[in-house]
């Protein structure tokens, strides 16, 4: 199975190995009566762009005058191998260009879409210059860029009215105009773009990262002419390990999301499914939150880890509340000011080694979250406890062939499945009762032919019914009655391929992704006569260019 790279993530149709190693200075060409002091070429294809600082030394008998210029040179060939340039001063500002570094890498880069490319071991190309990774130093700081350029499209057999990422939890139902009707969406919105900051002050190694797209706000009018795309944060953390002890601040995917290597937080040892679709797939347990996180790395084999991750005591728009006083207390689908009352808990042991020949990843995973409340009227205050636990695995089967296992249970633990499903319902007295959810994940992930990927993956998401009859009628979720939101279960398959046309590091990589899937909602309670369930198609293909 493919990995993602550290920065960027997956890249279809190739494993590329994980490489430590430095950087090459790169230095300007040879011009007469020019000696070049600093410089940093960048090469893209044939184009070799070089920045110098040119020192102009006019000779005479007794004097010399210099004087400095700054400028860009631009050439359709790689420059002539210079004579070596005399040694200049360093300074904290002074930038060159690198070979990425690749000491956070780990191995090479899982081939799902929803990440750029896997950087490439560092290549050397005419006269010993660095190919790629491409990146550049501020004083001591490495700092290498990353992303993807995307057109993703997407048809469904019924309105889902969500955009390129699916609203598993209200498909509509074949009852409704909205299941009458198909849709399609073109968007550039998926494309990516990441940096990767790298610096080693002391005995320490410190990493900063910070990745966006462009899912965020859309006015409402941006489907008419401009389709202006809102930027979106999606991870901007620091890390710091020194010896096996590692300490990260910052929003990443949460401890809960399944790894595929250790526990690191770099998307490429991270396990979100290939899935084209932003929303990923049913059954995936994840999360992009703030958090504190600690990490002892006990051995080569065994990681250990705790994280104190943002909380929000969801309920959503399903659960009938006994009074609506309640609903500034909880996050109903819109409320981000929840009276949570302390961060959620998640440890986590992850093994990786061997087994038989094959590699193996193993984790389980466990989870406290808490929720209070207070009665309006009366004030009188009330708590409970979530928990939950999670065992996730991927074992190479083959060469090239990985299966992928993940299954989840809790009570409270609800909106980690994307919230499909509530955390708690408040009982009449103010009581709180934590909701049953449970979710499965399991797949392949097969690297068939070079330039060739498939993935399979079936995913399906529970959740129990809790609700108390009240004085004004029933309270809770799931009870006759309830709204077709109500969801008991969820389930989806997916089937997908991806082809890379070609990768070179010195020119990224062209990739054409296709996927279809099938999913189907089944809610706890439906009127008589209406239909049970909910279905739905969907038929993904996308053309991304990643960025070299």
């Known amino acids: 199975m493919c990995r993602p790279s550290p920065i960027q993530a997956h890249a279809p149709g190739a494993r590329p190995p994980a490489v430590r190693g430095p950087g090459q200075r790169g230095v300007g060409p040879n011009l007469p009566f020019i000696k070049s002091s600093q410089s940093f070429p960048a090469d893209y294809g044939n184009l070799v762009v070089t920045h110098s600082v040119l020192t102009i030394v006019l000779m005479n008998k007794t004097s010399a005058i210099s004087l400095s210029l700054a400028f860009s040179l631009s050439a359709w060939a790689a420059a002539p191998k210079p004579k070596a340039a005399p040694k200049a001063k360093k300074s904290a500002a002074s930038i060159r260009a690198v070979a990425a570094p690749t000491k956070h890498a780990v191995t090479p880069a899982q081939p799902g879409p929803d990440g750029a490319n896997a950087v490439a071991a560092p290549q050397s190309g005419a006269g010993g210059r660095q190919d790629a990774p491409l990146g550049f130093r501020i004083g001591g700081a490495t700092f290498t860029p990353g992303g993807f350029l995307d057109w993703t499209s997407v048809w469904r057999s019924t309105t889902v009215g969500s955009g390129i990422g699916t609203n598993f939890g209200s498909i509509p139902f074949s009852n409704t105009p909205g299941g009458q009707l198909s849709e399609f969406n073109e968007s550039a919105q998926n494309s990516r773009l990441a940096l990767m900051v790298s610096a080693h002050p002391g005995g320490e190694q410190v990493t900063g990262y910070v990745e966006a797209d462009f899912l965020g706000v859309l006015p409402a009018n941006g489907h008419v002419s401009s389709n202006s795309n809102g930027l979106r944060m999606r991870l901007y953390w620091v890390d710091v390990r020194r010896g096996h002890w590692e300490v990260l601040g910052g929003q990443s995917w949460s401890l809960l999301t399944p790894n595929r290597k250790g526990l690191s937080p770099l998307p490429a040892n991270i396990f979100f499914t290939s899935n084209m679709d932003t929303n990923y797939q049913v059954g995936l347990v994840w999360s992009r939150d703030a958090q504190l996180r600690v990490i002892d790395h006990i051995n080569r084999n065994w990681t250990l880890g705790v994280s104190l991750e943002n909380p929000n005591q969801y309920v959503g728009s399903s659960v009938v509340l006994p009074s609506s006083d309640y609903a500034g207390q909880f996050d109903t689908g819109g409320n981000t000011g929840a009276s949570n009352p302390r961060p ?122 809790d609700y108390v009859l009240g004085p004004g009628g029933p309270v809770g979720y799931g009870f006759p009655g309830s709204s077709s939101g109500s969801n008991r279960a969820i389930q989806e398959g997916t089937f997908g391929v991806i082809h890379t046309f070609w990768k070179q590091p010195r020119y990224g990589a062209l990739q054409l992704i296709t996927q279809y899937s099938y999913l189907t909602r089944a809610p706890w309670w439906m009127a008589p006569g209406a239909p049970r369930n909910a279905s739905l198609n969907m038929v993904y293909a996308d053309l991304r260019y990643v960025l070299p």
């Open 344 to 465: 959620d808990i998640i440890a986590k042991l992850a093994y990786d080694g061997h087994w038989a020949g094959h590699r193996v990843h193993g984790e389980i995973a466990g989870l406290i979250s808490g929720f209070h409340d207070a009665v309006p009227g009366t004030l009188a205050t009330n708590s409970a406890t979530g928990a939950g636990g999670e065992l996730d695995g991927n074992v190479e089967l083959l060469p090239h062939l990985d299966l992928v296992l993940n299954s989840f249970f809790s009570d409270g633990g609800g909106r980690y499945l994307f919230g499909l499903g509530p955390d708690l319902i408040v009982r009449p007295d103010g009581q709180i009762s934590p909701v049953h959810s449970a979710s499965t994940l399991d797949g392949f992930e097969y690297q068939f032919r070079r330039r060739w990927m498939a993935y399979g993956y079936y995913g399906a998401a529970y959740y129990g019914r």
